[in-house]
């Protein structure tokens, strides 16, 4: 059975800084993109950061790029969000996915693409 499980989110005063990590179990998920996105009260979920299957490429919303850090570590079956200069604006629940498909290059937004989804990790930024 696949499973994929965030941690790392909690509550951090504005400016600072999160790690969330996504470990993935019941397959490998080294030859498939994948992404982070989050999901304010109210809101759509929304995309943040998307890695390739080698990690050589990465894509990040407007919103978080150079604040954000995607990683992964195939070793592992596991990717990372790095966090930083975070801004009350930031607040949701942050979801791991995986794409569908195999390989798949360039930046891929839609949240119907991904076929694998962790529980999510609650973030609260307080001002």
């Known amino acids: 059975q696949v499973q994929l499980v965030e941690s790392g989110g909690g509550l951090v005063q504005a400016g600072g800084s999160l790690r969330l990590s996504c470990a993935a179990s019941?397959?490998?998920?080294?030859?498939?993109?994948m992404a982070w996105f989050r999901q304010a009260p109210g809101k759509e979920r929304e995309f943040v950061a998307r890695?390739?299957?080698?990690?050589?490429?990465?894509y990040y919303a407007d919103s978080v790029k150079g604040r954000f850090t995607i990683s992964r570590d195939n070793y592992k079956n596991a990717v990372y969000l790095q966090m930083n200069s975070l801004k009350p604006e930031d607040t949701a629940v942050y979801y791991c996915?995986?794409?569908?498909?195999?390989?798949?290059?360039?930046?891929?937004?839609?949240?119907?693409?991904?076929?694998?989804w962790g529980q999510g990790t609650q973030v609260t930024v307080s001002s």
């Open positions: 890695i390739s299957w080698s990690g050589g490429r990465t």
């Open positions: 996915a995986v794409d569908q498909v195999r390989r798949r290059t360039g930046v891929v937004v839609e949240t119907y693409e991904y076929n694998y």
């Open positions: 019941g397959r490998t998920f080294s030859d498939y993109a």
